[in-house]
């Protein structure tokens, strides 16, 4: 079973986040960045997607080229929305804001061991080994919290995420908001997991 490229970013961008331990690595960017990414998971081809990463507001854009939509994630909210333009529409799904709280909430107990250097789109990292209740996964993070590669499987299935490309500059804060003016589309719960598992019920 394949885990869907959004719960890989969610586990990216929201899974790594340790309670206390003694040994931490910094796991949000603290400056703003731009990240190309090749997603990869069995069963499925290789995707691209590029993430935008809002440091003072903890916000982050996830563009998905190929089909023309993103996700806008407010972390200190705990909130995400789908924003597709080809239906002038913004969808709020009370699952995918769920998917961020309970991401966040599983974080709590996660272990990290370090396993060393690595090197990826030109930058180094460190490998950490995360342990939680949820799964497991590598992740290899810049001194300044970039993740650059993340292996991770949980019981939705396991899937890669790997940088090609790191850019550094302020990110314009207005591509973290919908565009003004798009129906508001609110999805009956339960609707967005069975996309995200392919149509079948979770």
């Known amino acids: 079973m394949s885990l869907n490229p959004l719960l890989l970013f969610g586990l990216l961008i929201l899974g790594l986040a340790p309670a206390a331990a003694d040994t931490t690595p910094l796991i949000l960017p603290n400056q703003d960045v731009a990240v190309s990414y090749q ?41 995400a929305q789908m924003v597709v333009p080809q239906l002038n529409s913004v969808v709020n799904a009370p699952d995918l804001s769920g998917l961020t709280r309970q991401i966040t909430d599983a974080s709590h107990n996660a272990r990290f061991t370090p396993l060393g ?44 995420v790997t940088a090609t490309a790191v850019n550094y500059a302020p990110q314009p804060s207005a591509d973290f908001n919908p565009p003004s003016g798009l129906n508001a589309i609110t999805l009956p719960p339960g609707v967005l997991q069975q996309l995200i598992n392919g149509g079948q019920a979770p």
Not at 51 to 57: R, S
Not at 61 to 71: H, L, M, S, V
Not at 119 to 129: D, S, V
Not at 130 to 143: D, E, H, I, K, Y
């Open 117 to 160: 250097h690595s090197q990826y789109a030109g930058l180094a990292c460190e490998n950490w080994l995360v342990l939680s209740n949820q799964g497991s996964a590598t992740a290899c993070l810049t001194a300044d919290g970039v993740a650059l590669h993340f292996t991770g499987k949980n019981a939705h299935g396991s899937g890669q």
């Open 39 to 79: 997603v990869s998971s069995p069963g499925r081809p290789d995707q691209s997607y590029q993430l935008e990463y809002d440091a003072a507001g903890q916000r982050a854009r996830i563009n998905n080229p190929a089909q023309g939509t993103y996700f806008l994630v407010n972390l200190p909210a705990g909130t």
